[in-house]
């Protein structure tokens, strides 16, 4: 997905920094449902285990995941497209 696209796509922010996994995920998916289809879900986590553990389930819940980063805060972004 280019920069482009990602900017036009509606995008949601989730702060689930302090939230263990599989709550995580569980958090992010009730989101993810609400949402409208195209639109864009940004997690934000600092578990360790979710950078390696929502990617697999989103995939394997038909969800695309954009991009996973490193942040400056020592967190991670876990950009998923719906």
Known sequence: MSDMERESS?????????????????R????LE?????????LLVDDPRAVRDIPRAA?????????VSDRADGSWQID???
């Open 59 to 67: 995939e394997a819940s038909g969800y695309a995941v954009a991009e």
């Open 28 to 31: 992010a998916r009730v989101r």
């Open 10 to 26: 509606p995008a949601e922010r989730l702060d689930l920094r302090g939230v263990r996994c599989p709550l995580n995920w569980a």
């Open 80 to 82: 998923i497209l719906k």
């Open 34 to 42: 609400d949402l409208p289809s195209g639109a864009r879900l940004v």
